[in-house]
């Protein structure tokens, strides 16, 4: 009877590891369990420190140069067999992009039931998981009652908290031999800074109140800070201060980030429709009757050369960027 | 007068002129039955048509919007008239000397009269013309063609032939009746005193030129130029529909035998579409009054009839050549006819740029419908291709799901009149008004003020109404502007389902497309409503002494007429009469009523990018503000958008646009 | 070749969700379903599969009988025919559905089998994965490009900040992601040739497949709707606060930095 943790690595252990370290010690602890790890990839290295203080057990490391990258063949054949080795009663991943496909993948192969990209995960009797339906729109509490209980925990939600700085025994492990069924043939990490608007987790966004393509930069600097796509509205597109990519409105992209700051939108219909679905809408603009104040959630009246420059600093500091 | 070789070799030329003159008509009657059956009953009206057709080619009703370019061209219609009998005088006096239809009385007399009076005045009209061409070269007449030169050579060259003819038999006194040629007697002087030889030699000269000229006038009207109107465009006019300018043909989509829907062959338009292309007489009006045009975009509707006119005269025949090849033999040659229409005789963008506004069709003197043959090319690409402009995804997709263009919430329609106390139709199931608000006015922030000023209207007017709330849904009718007729059929079923469960005397809307959509559109559904705008409306509740309206101090207001409210449906005197009584003098707009020129949204351009070009909306805010009235008044909420952009972006915050109904809520006296 | 899509019937994501009565579910009455967007992008690629390559495109869905509709509206895309496992007002598991679909996908023995990512309504973002699991096949999930090379297509992985290229050979189960392609609007003459399409559909008994009861491997216990509207709150007090403000809801209240 434990808990299992999958460490998600991108060379080096990724900041969603830890917050779904802390959140699986919590529930470890809570159903009386012990908590072991599992890290597939290159070599953990002198990681191991930075994995104290989670109440994990054991690492059990799978270093090949075979597993530096994600391989759905390799991957999932390791944690199905360590979690029938440990008796695992609950398996702890990170929903991103390729963990919730590993989990997926072992859930499959286990025939148990997972709950993907939860915003709130706890031991109450059981593994209770708080999944966001209909992109957000609606939550669920749901208790997940096969064993094991899979869930992926979403990034960010879920702060790091280290106790004591115990750290885990390492277990390393040959990396098992398998048939390759996929191949990898390429890795391409895109340039830092370049995101791609339409699956873009956060939004900055110009229009009119920009006033001239020479001030983009002040957007794009909060943009760098955050890791975020900039967009424009049409009457910015059309003035020609930007190119008709970064449009996002009925006419342009449609975008549904879990943040979209508008600077200097009036917020029109035509606009709207193209930014509706985001989580959250934050509004920054000097008319305090622009419509995008009816459709923002929180909304700043000033003039955006102030405040956005402002934000970029506070947001710098506050992030550690 | 003439000798017997001379008639001999006259009559060769008439026998000539008249074959190929009947072959020619066989081919362009061919070419006009080729076309499809016409769903308009185009005989509907026909006697009417015949005298409107008169009177348009006797009074140049159209033709003389523009005064003195329609004199000119009048004085060479009339003269056509009178010198029809010339002509035959001329023809049988080749071989019977002297021959004259009217005798040789007082008739004749007045007739010579005539005869002269108007070979000036024709010859002044082609002067007046050909100056205007060559000399002022007007951009609606674009390159200055041979064509024109030829037809403009021969009308002239006939009439001076034709004064000099006489001059010379009034000079040789050979001419009865002489004193009554005004003209052709003073310059019979130039003649005096020429030893007869010469002079026999210059009248057999100048017989000769006027018989020519007027042997190829004829057969220049069946070579295929822009003479041709001068027997297509009666004939076309003869046919113009009588189905409002607002409605398109229905199309039967359950057709199992259609193998195509809409149009991208030439094999593809209708006869009456194909005789429209053959009427055409290049006057560019159509262009000159064009918003697409007018901006730079590519397309041109004199370009578009003459470029289809050219493609039938050229590759009509080879098509009627491949169905004679076909019906007896059982293999289909599979040769192409010629250029593909879409896409190559006419360019897509052009296709795509037009907003419907009906300008083209509503100056074109010879009753050409530009915009149907537009829209059923769109058809063919929505409906047969799915080649639409990108952005037009989206809202059809958003209109089918969401009931909206822009993909917003169902359930959000009535959000704008929460507060209000806006009774719903599914609560009171009848009332006198059902108030449809639209998409714009139910969802853009904008637009929901006309609407929350309607409500104050009809409340303080005590009219008895209720809105369908969320059970409205968008009609579509850009959607079939653009060509998706599927997508405006099947979601009228729905429309028409939900209006069948309440009682209603009227549906009052305030926006045009709403208004042509169940007024012009849902007819052809079988279904008729009394449908009424908020401006007819507003001015029948002041009228009726319901609304009572401060007399606020006089200020100029610039009224934009919609295309589909003043040109589509004439509502045109009561939005003055309600801006007026709210005590706004209207200023005066260069291009309004049935002249307006478009704000760029009709024809589902309200979702398309306006990528080519100068922006439509742009032009016409700058000429609305040129009027120097601090207030553009709207009554249509697509206007309103594309109108208040364009003043946003010329940056005049001091110019206010308000919808109609605005004006006069503000106006309101609330007892 | 053949190619299977997997296809779900979702609500319109525009519309406004209603927990029902009983606490633990949505108010699906009144809603407009439509085919999830990703699955859209897996119908294209079978389409693009169907044009360049000749394939037969089978569509395959488990739902309620609505679900016909939008299976039609992926035959109006150029679909060939479809499967419908019909699950009356039945909710399975994603478990019970994946084994749903690899039991009809069985009959159809498809070399390439497509999904989109994830449903938009329970996000669940597993029913694919499962489904390869229990056919036994290769895939790879949230792909935004596809090239068929022989006995193999190669791929591009969409991860954070990047993407990976795969080459899997096939049968093989791929997902889609919005970037893959631009869906087709259906033309009239194929939404005509849609309506006489066969839909087959089956009964999970007709599959041998008996569904297991959800209660018994997952317990909801409540659904809420987290906000019904935009908050509409504009922030007070000089800019310095207002900016550290917004920071601090956007990080510790909305959680979305």
Redesign the interface.
């Given at each position: 009877m434990s808990v299992l943790l999958l460490l998600e690595q991108?060379g080096t252990l990724r900041q969603c590891a830890f917050e779904a370290a802390s959140v699986a010690r919590d529930i470890a602890r809570g159903a009386g369990m012990e908590l072991n790890a599992v890290y597939i990839g290159q070599s953990l290295g002198d990681e191991t420190p930075a994995l104290a203080g989670f109440g994990i057990g054991k690492v059990f490391a799978y270093e090949n140069e075979a597993l530096r990258?994600?391989s759905?063949?390799a991957y999932v054949g390791i944690v199905e067999s360590l979690v029938k080795e440990l008796d695992a009663k609950v398996v702890i991943g990170s929903a991103?992009?390729?963990g919730?496909?590993l989990?997926?993948?072992v859930?499959?192969?286990l025939?148990?039931?997972?709950?993907?990209?939860c915003?709130g995960l706890s031991w109450n009797g059981?593994l209770?998981a708080t999944?966001?339906?209909?992109?957000?729109?609606?939550?669920?509490?749901?208790?997940?009652?096969?064993a094991p209980a899979m869930a992926s925990l979403r990034p960010?939600?879920a702060a790091v908290v280290r106790e004591g700085d115990a750290a885990p025994e390492v277990v390393t492990r040959p990396m098992p031999e398998v048939s390759l069924?996929?191949?990898?043939?390429?890795?391409?990490?895109?340039a830092?800074g370049v995101?791609?608007l339409?699956?873009a987790k956060?939004v900055v966004s110009g229009g009119?109140g920009i006033g001239g393509p020479e001030h983009w930069p002040v957007l794009q600097e909060l943009c760098d800070v955050?890791g975020a796509a900039l967009g424009a509205s049409r009457?910015a597109v059309?003035?020609g201060w930007i190119e008709?990519s970064h449009q996002v409105g009925?006419?342009g992209k449609?975008v549904g980030p879990?943040?979209y700051v508008a600077c200097g939108i009036s917020?029109?219909?035509?606009h709207?429709?193209g930014m509706?679905?985001s989580?959250?809408?934050?509004a920054i603009n000097k008319d305090?009757d622009a419509?995008v104040?009816?459709?923002?959630?929180?909304?700043?009246?000033?003039d955006l050369f102030?405040?956005v420059p402002?934000?970029t600093k506070?947001?710098g500091q506050?992030?550690g960027r | 007068m003439l000798t017997l070789p001379e008639r001999l070799l006259f009559a060769l030329l008439v026998v000539g002129a008249t074959a190929y003159f009947i072959r020619r008509i066989v081919v362009l009657v061919r070419l006009v039955r080729m076309g499809k059956p016409d769903p308009d009953h185009r005989l509907e009206h026909v006697w009417q048509n015949v005298v409107d057709m008169v009177l348009d080619v006797i009074l140049q009703r159209k033709v003389l919007r523009k005064p003195l370019v329609g004199l000119l061209h009048l004085l060479i219609v009339w003269g056509f008239f009178v010198f029809a009998a010339s002509t035959v005088n001329h023809f049988a006096g080749a071989f019977i000397d002297g021959f004259s239809l009217f005798g040789s009385g007082r008739l004749a007399a007045w007739y010579a009269t005539m005869e002269d009076v108007f070979a000036v005045l024709i010859l002044v009209g082609v002067l007046g013309l050909a100056f205007r061409r060559y000399i002022l070269r007007p951009e609606s007449l674009s390159r200055p063609s041979a064509e024109s030169a030829l037809v403009l050579t021969f009308i002239g060259g006939a009439m001076v032939a034709f004064l000099i003819d006489n001059a010379i038999a009034i000079s040789l006194g050979l001419m009865e009746h002489a004193d009554s040629y005004i003209v052709s007697t003073w310059l019979a002087k130039a003649f005096v005193g020429w030893p007869e030889g010469p002079l026999m030699a210059v009248a057999h000269l100048a017989w000769w030129c006027d018989g020519i000229m007027h042997l190829v006038l004829v057969a220049l009207l069946f070579i295929p130029t822009k003479h041709l109107h001068l027997l297509a465009g009666p004939i076309n006019l003869i046919f113009k529909r009588k189905r409002p300018r607002g409605r398109l043909v229905l199309m039967n989509l359950e057709d199992e035998e259609a193998e195509s829907f809409g149009v991208s062959k030439i094999e593809g338009f209708t006869w009456k579409q194909n005789l429209d292309l053959l009427a055409c007489i290049e006057c560019g009006r159509c262009q000159d009054f064009c918003p697409t045009y007018n901006s730079q975009k590519p397309l041109n509707p004199k370009k578009l009839i003459v470029d289809l006119k050219h493609h039938l005269l050229h590759d009509g025949p080879k098509v009627l050549e491949q169905k004679a090849t076909a019906s007896g033999d059982a293999q289909e040659s599979e040769v192409p006819a010629g250029p593909a229409m879409v896409g190559e005789v006419v360019e897509t963008d052009a296709i795509w740029a037009c907003t419907t506004c009906a300008s083209c069709v509503e100056h074109c003197p010879m009753g050409i419908e530009h915009v149907d043959k537009l829209v059923d090319m769109r058809r063919h690409l929505v409906l047969m291709e799915a080649q639409f402009p990108e952005q037009a995804d989206g809202a059809f997709r958003n209109m089918e799901t969401s009931g909206n263009p822009w993909g917003l919430a169902p359930s959000e329609r009535a959000a704008w009149a929460e507060g209000l106390d806006v009774p719903i139709m599914a609560d009171k199931k009848k009332a006198d008004v059902l108030f449809w608000v639209g998409c714009s006015g139910s969802y853009d922030d904008r637009s929901t003020r006309i609407s929350v000023a309607m409500v104050k209207i009809l409340k303080a007017a005590g009219v008895d109404f209720a809105i369908l709330g969320s059970e409205e849904r968008c009609h579509c009718e850009s959607a079939r502007r653009l060509g998706n007729e599927y997508l405006y059929q099947s979601v009228a079923q729905e429309i028409l389902e939900t209006l069948k469960q309440y009682e209603f005397n009227r549906i009052l809307v305030i926006c045009p497309h709403c208004l042509n959509t169940f007024a012009q559109e849902y007819p052809s559904f079988g279904v008729t409503y009394s449908v009424v705008h908020h401006t007819t409306f507003i001015d029948e509740l002041i009228a009726a002494g319901k609304l009572s309206l401060a007399a606020a101090s006089p200020c100029a207001v610039a009224l934009h007429d919609s295309c589909y409210l003043a040109r589509y449906n004439d509502v045109l005197a009561a939005p003055r009469r309600v801006l007026a009584a709210a005590g706004r003098t209207p200023a005066r707009v260069p291009r309004e009523g049935v002249h307006t020129f478009c704000c760029g949204a009709g024809g589902g351009r309200m979702w398309l990018e306006e990528t080519l070009g100068t922006r439509i909306n742009t032009l016409r805010a700058k000429e609305l503000m040129a009027t120097q009235a601090s207030c553009i008044a709207t009554a249509c909420p697509f206007c309103m958008t594309m109108i208040a952009d364009g003043v946003k972006d010329e940056g005049r915050s001091d110019v206010a646009v308000k919808d109609i109904a605005e004006i006069v809520a503000e106006a309101l006296v609330v007892s | 070749m053949k190619v299977a899509v997997l296809v779900k019937r979702v609500p319109d994501t525009a519309s406004e969700l209603k927990v029902a009565d009983d606490g633990k579910s949505v108010v699906t009455a009144n809603l407009k379903y439509v085919m999830s967007p990703y699955d859209e992008h897996a119908v294209e690629q079978g389409m693009k599969l169907k044009e360049a390559n000749g394939a037969e495109v089978v569509v395959v869905s488990v739902g309620p009988p609505e679900t016909k509709e939008i299976i039609r509206s992926a035959l109006a895309m150029g679909a060939d025919s479809a499967i419908l496992v019909n699950v009356g007002s039945a909710t399975p598991t994603s478990t019970d559905v994946a084994r749903l679909l690899a039991a009809a996908l069985a009959q159809v023995s498809a070399d390439v089998i497509l999904a989109g990512k994830q449903a938009v309504d329970d996000d669940a973002a597993q029913v694919p994965e499962r489904v390869a699991e229990i056919l036994g096949v290769p895939h790879v999930s949230v792909i935004t490009r596809f090239e068929l090379n022989g006995s193999a297509v190669t791929v591009d992985r969409e991860i954070e900040g990047g993407h990976y290229t795969f080459e899997v050979s096939l049968p093989a189960l791929l997902t889609a992601q919005k970037g893959l392609n631009t869906p087709r609007y259906p033309t009239l003459p194929n939404i005509m040739k849609a309506k006489k399409k066969e839909i087959k559909e089956m009964s999970p008994a007709d599959l041998g497949v008996t569904l297991d009861a959800p209660a018994e491997r997952l317990r909801v216990h409540s659904v809420y709707v987290p906000r019904q509207q935009r908050l509409c709150k504009v922030l007070s007090g000089d800019v310095g606060q207002q900016v550290n403000e917004l920071v601090k809801v956007l990080r510790e209240e909305e959680k979305v930095l």
């Amino acid at each position: 009877m434990s808990v299992l943790l999958l460490l998600e690595q991108r060379g080096t252990l990724r900041q969603c590891a830890f917050e779904a370290a802390s959140v699986a010690r919590d529930i470890a602890r809570g159903a009386g369990m012990e908590l072991n790890a599992v890290y597939i990839g290159q070599s953990l290295g002198d990681e191991t420190p930075a994995l104290a203080g989670f109440g994990i057990g054991k690492v059990f490391a799978y270093e090949n140069e075979a597993l530096r990258y994600y391989s759905n063949d390799a991957y999932v054949g390791i944690v199905e067999s360590l979690v029938k080795e440990l008796d695992a009663k609950v398996v702890i991943g990170s929903a991103t992009a390729l963990g919730k496909e590993l989990c997926a993948s072992v859930a499959g192969r286990l025939g148990v039931e997972l709950i993907q990209d939860c915003v709130g995960l706890s031991w109450n009797g059981g593994l209770k998981a708080t999944k966001p339906l209909y992109a957000g729109k609606v939550l669920s509490d749901v208790e997940v009652l096969t064993a094991p209980a899979m869930a992926s925990l979403r990034p960010n939600v879920a702060a790091v908290v280290r106790e004591g700085d115990a750290a885990p025994e390492v277990v390393t492990r040959p990396m098992p031999e398998v048939s390759l069924r996929t191949v990898l043939k390429e890795v391409a990490e895109a340039a830092a800074g370049v995101v791609e608007l339409s699956e873009a987790k956060i939004v900055v966004s110009g229009g009119r109140g920009i006033g001239g393509p020479e001030h983009w930069p002040v957007l794009q600097e909060l943009c760098d800070v955050l890791g975020a796509a900039l967009g424009a509205s049409r009457a910015a597109v059309d003035a020609g201060w930007i190119e008709h990519s970064h449009q996002v409105g009925q006419t342009g992209k449609v975008v549904g980030p879990d943040l979209y700051v508008a600077c200097g939108i009036s917020g029109a219909i035509q606009h709207q429709a193209g930014m509706r679905t985001s989580k959250i809408i934050v509004a920054i603009n000097k008319d305090p009757d622009a419509p995008v104040f009816k459709i923002c959630d929180y909304g700043i009246v000033g003039d955006l050369f102030e405040v956005v420059p402002l934000l970029t600093k506070e947001l710098g500091q506050t992030l550690g960027r | 007068m003439l000798t017997l070789p001379e008639r001999l070799l006259f009559a060769l030329l008439v026998v000539g002129a008249t074959a190929y003159f009947i072959r020619r008509i066989v081919v362009l009657v061919r070419l006009v039955r080729m076309g499809k059956p016409d769903p308009d009953h185009r005989l509907e009206h026909v006697w009417q048509n015949v005298v409107d057709m008169v009177l348009d080619v006797i009074l140049q009703r159209k033709v003389l919007r523009k005064p003195l370019v329609g004199l000119l061209h009048l004085l060479i219609v009339w003269g056509f008239f009178v010198f029809a009998a010339s002509t035959v005088n001329h023809f049988a006096g080749a071989f019977i000397d002297g021959f004259s239809l009217f005798g040789s009385g007082r008739l004749a007399a007045w007739y010579a009269t005539m005869e002269d009076v108007f070979a000036v005045l024709i010859l002044v009209g082609v002067l007046g013309l050909a100056f205007r061409r060559y000399i002022l070269r007007p951009e609606s007449l674009s390159r200055p063609s041979a064509e024109s030169a030829l037809v403009l050579t021969f009308i002239g060259g006939a009439m001076v032939a034709f004064l000099i003819d006489n001059a010379i038999a009034i000079s040789l006194g050979l001419m009865e009746h002489a004193d009554s040629y005004i003209v052709s007697t003073w310059l019979a002087k130039a003649f005096v005193g020429w030893p007869e030889g010469p002079l026999m030699a210059v009248a057999h000269l100048a017989w000769w030129c006027d018989g020519i000229m007027h042997l190829v006038l004829v057969a220049l009207l069946f070579i295929p130029t822009k003479h041709l109107h001068l027997l297509a465009g009666p004939i076309n006019l003869i046919f113009k529909r009588k189905r409002p300018r607002g409605r398109l043909v229905l199309m039967n989509l359950e057709d199992e035998e259609a193998e195509s829907f809409g149009v991208s062959k030439i094999e593809g338009f209708t006869w009456k579409q194909n005789l429209d292309l053959l009427a055409c007489i290049e006057c560019g009006r159509c262009q000159d009054f064009c918003p697409t045009y007018n901006s730079q975009k590519p397309l041109n509707p004199k370009k578009l009839i003459v470029d289809l006119k050219h493609h039938l005269l050229h590759d009509g025949p080879k098509v009627l050549e491949q169905k004679a090849t076909a019906s007896g033999d059982a293999q289909e040659s599979e040769v192409p006819a010629g250029p593909a229409m879409v896409g190559e005789v006419v360019e897509t963008d052009a296709i795509w740029a037009c907003t419907t506004c009906a300008s083209c069709v509503e100056h074109c003197p010879m009753g050409i419908e530009h915009v149907d043959k537009l829209v059923d090319m769109r058809r063919h690409l929505v409906l047969m291709e799915a080649q639409f402009p990108e952005q037009a995804d989206g809202a059809f997709r958003n209109m089918e799901t969401s009931g909206n263009p822009w993909g917003l919430a169902p359930s959000e329609r009535a959000a704008w009149a929460e507060g209000l106390d806006v009774p719903i139709m599914a609560d009171k199931k009848k009332a006198d008004v059902l108030f449809w608000v639209g998409c714009s006015g139910s969802y853009d922030d904008r637009s929901t003020r006309i609407s929350v000023a309607m409500v104050k209207i009809l409340k303080a007017a005590g009219v008895d109404f209720a809105i369908l709330g969320s059970e409205e849904r968008c009609h579509c009718e850009s959607a079939r502007r653009l060509g998706n007729e599927y997508l405006y059929q099947s979601v009228a079923q729905e429309i028409l389902e939900t209006l069948k469960q309440y009682e209603f005397n009227r549906i009052l809307v305030i926006c045009p497309h709403c208004l042509n959509t169940f007024a012009q559109e849902y007819p052809s559904f079988g279904v008729t409503y009394s449908v009424v705008h908020h401006t007819t409306f507003i001015d029948e509740l002041i009228a009726a002494g319901k609304l009572s309206l401060a007399a606020a101090s006089p200020c100029a207001v610039a009224l934009h007429d919609s295309c589909y409210l003043a040109r589509y449906n004439d509502v045109l005197a009561a939005p003055r009469r309600v801006l007026a009584a709210a005590g706004r003098t209207p200023a005066r707009v260069p291009r309004e009523g049935v002249h307006t020129f478009c704000c760029g949204a009709g024809g589902g351009r309200m979702w398309l990018e306006e990528t080519l070009g100068t922006r439509i909306n742009t032009l016409r805010a700058k000429e609305l503000m040129a009027t120097q009235a601090s207030c553009i008044a709207t009554a249509c909420p697509f206007c309103m958008t594309m109108i208040a952009d364009g003043v946003k972006d010329e940056g005049r915050s001091d110019v206010a646009v308000k919808d109609i109904a605005e004006i006069v809520a503000e106006a309101l006296v609330v007892s | 070749m053949k190619v299977a899509v997997l296809v779900k019937r979702v609500p319109d994501t525009a519309s406004e969700l209603k927990v029902a009565d009983d606490g633990k579910s949505v108010v699906t009455a009144n809603l407009k379903y439509v085919m999830s967007p990703y699955d859209e992008h897996a119908v294209e690629q079978g389409m693009k599969l169907k044009e360049a390559n000749g394939a037969e495109v089978v569509v395959v869905s488990v739902g309620p009988p609505e679900t016909k509709e939008i299976i039609r509206s992926a035959l109006a895309m150029g679909a060939d025919s479809a499967i419908l496992v019909n699950v009356g007002s039945a909710t399975p598991t994603s478990t019970d559905v994946a084994r749903l679909l690899a039991a009809a996908l069985a009959q159809v023995s498809a070399d390439v089998i497509l999904a989109g990512k994830q449903a938009v309504d329970d996000d669940a973002a597993q029913v694919p994965e499962r489904v390869a699991e229990i056919l036994g096949v290769p895939h790879v999930s949230v792909i935004t490009r596809f090239e068929l090379n022989g006995s193999a297509v190669t791929v591009d992985r969409e991860i954070e900040g990047g993407h990976y290229t795969f080459e899997v050979s096939l049968p093989a189960l791929l997902t889609a992601q919005k970037g893959l392609n631009t869906p087709r609007y259906p033309t009239l003459p194929n939404i005509m040739k849609a309506k006489k399409k066969e839909i087959k559909e089956m009964s999970p008994a007709d599959l041998g497949v008996t569904l297991d009861a959800p209660a018994e491997r997952l317990r909801v216990h409540s659904v809420y709707v987290p906000r019904q509207q935009r908050l509409c709150k504009v922030l007070s007090g000089d800019v310095g606060q207002q900016v550290n403000e917004l920071v601090k809801v956007l990080r510790e209240e909305e959680k979305v930095l």
